[in-house]
């Protein structure tokens, strides 16, 4: 009944053809990509996941300090202070923001180097708002006009235990002690909400911000953009223990070699519905297809 009221709803409003992803190919998938993790909260994420060794002693692994006894928290997130100085949040109020991030899109679709075969195309002010604005601990957007870079991520949390060959409980999140010292709670000040919460030691929840736009793809020359340093920054000083990024539209050359990122075992298979279409390279496919 479900799906059959979906696609009412669709062709009620012009869609005829979708595209739907799943952790499983149903036999007609056109194409699959995997899961790469940035960890940015190693002392935490260490007692609930397991990290390679060799990995949390890397030098190669910018964050593996624990940031939150640093000054960094201490600074005005929202209005981007702890950024590098051409690197900002975009202005929800101002329009200008939007339409230079849709030129960024269609430049970057257009460029022959990306050779991307799907992509989204906004058409009015409304649809930019509502995939690129601020929206406290759930979705932001940073851009960068001197570089000619943006990048978006979202916030997701997932429960998370560890189970011994039994499958008895060896570590629940849920049950930290309470009155453990090191213990931090950090609250945003900025929020349009009272006391929201950016960062919590004591959640059982593993909060992890996932790439869903970025245009850093016209850089290749570039081997350390800044707005990802500055993006990997950001989320570190509102809580999130993980960056998870798609291998898919040349992330794995432009993000994934770039930092140390850890493969993943999970994948994602992207559908087609009511479209024919062979199999494609993961490399020509966009971030995220709606």
Same mark, same amino acid.
């Given at each position: 009944m479900?799906?059959?009221?979906i696609?009412?709803?669709?062709?009620?409003?012009?869609?005829?053809t979708a595209i739907?992803?799943? %952790?499983?190919?149903?036999?007609?998938?056109f194409? %699959?990509?995997e899961?790469y993790?940035?960890?940015?909260?190693?002392?935490?994420?260490?007692?609930?996941?397991?990290?390679p060794?060799d990995?949390i002693n890397s030098?190669?692994t910018?964050?593996n300090?624990d940031i939150?006894n640093s000054?960094i928290l201490?600074?005005?997130i929202?209005n981007?202070?702890?950024?590098n100085?051409?690197?900002r949040l975009?202005?929800n109020?101002?329009?200008?923001?939007?339409?230079?991030?849709n030129?960024?899109?269609l430049k970057?679709?257009?460029?022959?180097?990306?050779?991307?075969?799907?992509?989204?195309?906004f058409?009015?002010i409304d649809?930019?708002?509502?995939?690129?604005?601020?929206i406290d601990?759930?979705?932001y957007?940073?851009?960068?006009k001197? %570089?000619?870079?943006f990048i978006?991520?979202y916030i997701?949390y997932?429960?998370?235990?560890l189970y011994?060959?039994?499958?008895t409980?060896?570590?629940?999140n849920?049950?930290?002690?309470s009155?453990?010292?090191?213990?931090?709670?950090l609250y945003d000040?900025n929020s349009n909400?009272?006391n929201t919460?950016?960062?919590?030691?004591?959640?059982?929840?593993i909060?992890?911000?996932?790439?869903q736009?970025h245009?850093?793809?016209?850089?290749?020359?570039?081997n350390?953009i800044?707005?990802?340093d500055?993006?990997f920054?950001?989320?570190?000083?509102?809580?999130?223990?993980?960056?998870?990024?798609l291998?898919?539209a040349?992330n794995?050359?432009?993000i994934i070699?770039k930092?140390?990122f850890?493969h993943?075992?999970?994948?994602l298979?992207?559908h087609?519905?009511?479209y024919?279409?062979?199999?494609?390279g993961r490399?020509k496919?966009?971030?995220?297809l709606?």
């Open positions: 479900l799906i059959n009221d696609k009412r709803n669709a062709y009620i409003n012009g869609i005829y739907f992803t799943g %952790e499983r190919n149903l036999g007609f998938a194409t %699959e990509v899961y993790h940035y960890i940015l909260n190693i002392n935490r994420l260490r007692k609930l996941i397991y990290i060794y990995y030098t190669n910018i964050y300090d939150l000054n201490n600074s005005n929202l981007s202070n702890i950024l100085s051409n690197t975009i202005n109020d101002d329009d200008n923001d939007f339409i230079y991030i030129q960024l899109l970057y679709n257009q460029c022959n180097v990306c050779n991307i075969q799907l992509y989204e195309v058409n009015d649809a930019l708002r509502d995939n690129f604005k601020i601990n759930f979705n957007t940073l851009i960068n001197q %570089e000619g870079t978006t991520f997701m997932i429960d998370n235990k011994d060959t039994n499958n409980v060896l570590y629940d849920n049950n930290i002690n009155n453990n010292s090191n213990n931090t709670i000040n909400s009272n919460i950016l960062y919590d030691n004591n959640s059982k929840y909060k992890k911000a996932i790439l736009y245009n850093i793809g016209n850089n290749t020359n570039n350390n800044q707005i990802l500055d993006a920054t950001f989320c570190k000083s509102i809580g999130v223990d993980m960056f998870d990024v291998n898919i040349g794995d050359i432009h070699d930092y140390p850890l993943g075992t999970g994948k298979y992207y087609f519905y009511n024919n279409m062979l199999p494609i490399s496919i966009n971030f995220i709606y």
